[in-house]
């Protein structure tokens, strides 16, 4: 069965600590990788779609790498404004379709 | 529009009645996505359309929950004779055809609390 485990669940940080979030999957076919950020009372966000193992994106403070079983979002030098849920998700299998397998998410706040 | 729109907001209803949920997708967009996303959950597919396409409704929880997009356009999620554990906050996304480099387009949403 396809699955996605993210963690940690919530992450506090203090403002410029950086850290990294971690998403794991185990799926049959790994057709896309993609992270959304979440804010309270919103629809995700689109952040990055990555494709294949080694392959890197960047966006301001944040940057999101993939290997063969897991990938990472790493966050430098966070802002307050950067608290909010980081949604990872697959797009696995072969078929015609668009559908998403979504983690649970991770839970991020940057205090000043 | 410039985004996904999703009307209502919020709804509140009572068990056992029927709920309709409108999703208005970008203008150009071919497919369409319903998710559900339940406290402490992650989304949950529920349906996908695409096009003239038969629709991928494996995600459908039961047979209270259906699904129609009309001219290729807006769509309506319809549950039927709602239950408690219905309540979630249910969101329709678009994108242009099998999922382009940029992901979905989500809508804000419609959170629904069935009492």
């Known amino acids: 069965e396809d699955q996605v485990t993210q963690s940690p669940e919530a992450l506090r940080l203090q403002e410029g600590e950086s850290s990294s979030l971690n998403c794991s999957y185990t799926v049959s076919g790994l057709r896309g990788l993609f992270w959304y950020r979440q804010d309270p009372g919103k629809g995700p966000e689109f952040l990055f779609t990555?494709?294949?193992a080694g392959e890197e994106k960047e966006k301001e403070r944040l940057k999101a790498t993939l290997t063969k079983k897991e990938s990472f979002l790493h966050i430098t030098a966070p802002k307050p404004e950067d608290s909010a849920t980081y949604l990872c998700a697959v797009q696995a299998g072969s078929g015609n379709t668009g559908k998403l397998i979504f983690g649970q998410g991770t839970t991020l706040q940057v205090k000043p | 529009g410039a985004g996904v729109s999703q009307s209502p907001s919020n709804k509140v209803t009572e068990k056992g009645k029927d709920v309709e949920l409108r999703c208005d997708p970008i203008?150009?967009?071919?497919?369409l996505y319903w998710y559900r996303q339940s406290l402490g959950q992650g989304l949950e597919f529920l349906i996908y359309f695409q096009g003239n396409s038969a629709p991928d409704k494996s995600g459908l929880p039961s047979d209270r929950f259906s699904a129609e997009r009309t001219g290729g356009s807006v769509s309506t999620l319809t549950i039927q004779r709602t239950q408690q554990e219905d309540s979630a906050v249910y969101l329709c996304a678009s994108s242009r055809p099998l999922l382009p480099n940029y992901g979905y387009t989500f809508g804000s949403g419609t959170r629904l609390t069935v009492v």
């Open positions: 990555l494709y294949s």
């Open positions: 203008s150009g967009h071919t497919a």
